[in-house]
């Protein structure tokens, strides 16, 4: 039954039942002809034993003693939960649906920002038209058209500011002078104010749209290192986006990752029984522009191939490098020099035992550095730990010390009261401090005066 869910999972979804069927027929007819020539006991297939593993799996909580329908029901939710677990497992740095949220953003900007600067063109171009022909790059026009605002007001003063966004003194100063004899209408201080607000968007979509090419090139430097190393990060993101996932294209022959992303040609030319296409997203790889005419098909057809390879690597081994993606590349170069200049190229064997050297040692590398840094993780743990555990004693001693000195200042008060006894043999109540003292400096000032008059009456 195991066997048959890895097999079940292994055949592709959009496979006709017909053939699935038959693939499981033939795996059991394998399995059986193993079990024989290993164990040596007769294995019988077919829709019968099917049948039966059905009711077995049915009625199994009344065929094992002990074992309730409760518990059973249970265990197949516990093992459903933990089939579906291990398919939803996966590494959080190499996360592909990342790679393919961003590139299908990345293209919605493209198309947006162009459509906004156009908009900002057509709409800046009634006040200074001249500027639409010396400057053609759009997130410069729109820097331009914030930075100029009324073009009657831009002088000498500003040229620094223009030569800053344009990066060229020629066309700085060309600005400057088409900006004094413009044909454009005059403009309202509101409209111009509606333009800079405009342009001012339009600007930061482009700044964000820089940092999201940033991110998505670190991405893939993650996820697929060997395939952007071949075919570049912009490329190799929107073939893992057309397939679905990496493993999805990892599991592609060369042969439909040549032609990914042109299908609706493909289905036309065997519709109409015309030429099929040639290349589909690979296309946009240097390679195949640097390619003859003659040669395009064939270095595309090879390209492919390396696609797949790289796929593969990156897919299935445990820790990606881009030394695989780099020989791949190597080997694409060669091969184009060969089209041209005749030049015989290395070995694919050659390379991938060089390849094979060259990553183990980064391999060993990488390993190196991760156990270095959860060793430190591990201290800083401990360090952490440690210092909760002081920081919970300390508390604890100060909850005790004020608890002492309070009883030892209560001691010491006690025996003060005791020891000053009244004249009339009743114990004083205790008095405060400072009601004591005043009543001391009283008895002294009555005895003061008490001897200046016994000094006074003594000579008469």
């Known amino acids: 039954g195991i066997l048959h869910e890895d097999l079940r999972l292994l055949l592709e979804t959009s496979m006709p039942a017909k053939k699935k069927k038959a693939l499981l027929g033939v795996a059991d007819a394998k399995i059986g002809a ?22 077995i799996r049915l009625h199994f909580h009344a065929l094992v003693k002990g074992l309730t329908a409760q518990s059973a029901s249970k265990a197949q939710l516990g093992l459903g939960h933990s089939y579906s677990r291990a398919k939803v497992k ?38 200074f038209p001249e500027l639409i022909k ?33 990066m060229d003194s020629a066309k700085a100063q060309a600005i400057l002078e088409a900006s004094r004899s ?119 057809r090879y390209l492919a191939n390396k696609c797949t390879i790289a796929s593969r690597i990156d897919c299935f081994s445990e820790v990606p490098t881009s030394v695989f993606g780099d020989k791949l590349r190597e080997q694409v170069e060669e091969r184009l020099a060969f089209y041209e200049t005749g030049e015989p190229p290395r070995k694919n064997l050659e390379v991938m035992k060089e390849a094979v050297v060259e990553a183990s040692e980064v391999v060993a590398e990488v390993k190196r550095k991760q156990e270095k840094k959860e060793k430190k993780r591990k201290k800083r743990e401990k360090r952490r730990l440690e210092a909760l555990a002081a920081a919970a004693e300390e508390v604890e001693e100060n909850d005790i010390e004020p608890k ?23 114990e004083e109540e205790a008095l405060p401090k400072k009601k004591r003292k005043l009543m001391v400096e009283a008895d002294e000032e009555e005895k003061k005066k008490k001897k200046k008059k016994q000094q006074q009456q003594e000579p008469e």
């Open 404 to 426: 002492k000195k309070k009883k030892k200042k209560q001691q010491q008060q006690e025996p003060e009261t005791d020891s000053e006894p009244e004249e009339n043999g009743l």
């Open 34 to 55: 193993a079990i024989l020539e290993e164990l040596g006991y007769q294995c019988q297939t077919g829709g019968v034993v099917a049948e039966i593993l059905r009711g």
């Open 134 to 166: 010396i400057v053609s790059e759009n997130y410069t026009y729109c820097r331009l058209a914030k930075f100029i605002g009324n073009r009657k007001e831009l002088s000498e003063e500003s040229l620094e500011g223009l030569e800053e966004i344009v």
């Open 182 to 300: 413009s044909m454009g209408m005059d403009i309202s201080p509101l409209d111009l104010i509606n333009i800079e607000s405009f342009s001012s968007r339009v600007i930061s979509l482009s700044e964000y749209r820089k940092g999201l090419q940033e991110y998505l090139r670190s991405k893939m430097s993650q996820v697929a290192p060997s395939l952007s190393a071949l075919i570049g990060e912009v490329v190799g993101a929107r073939l893992i986006s057309h397939a679905g996932s990496l493993t999805n294209l990892a599991k592609y022959p060369a042969s439909t990752v040549q032609i990914l992303g042109a299908e609706k040609a493909l289905f036309r030319a065997l519709k109409t029984r015309g030429n099929t296409p040639k290349y589909g997203l690979i296309f946009h790889s240097t390679f195949i522009g640097r390619a003859a005419a003659k040669n395009k098909g064939r270095i595309s």
């Open 90 to 127: 996966f590494n959080v740095n190499r996360v592909d649906n990342m790679i393919i949220q961003s590139i299908s953003l990345l293209d919605q900007l493209d198309k947006d920002i162009n459509t906004f600067s156009m908009r900002v063109r057509e709409w800046y171009g009634y006040h």
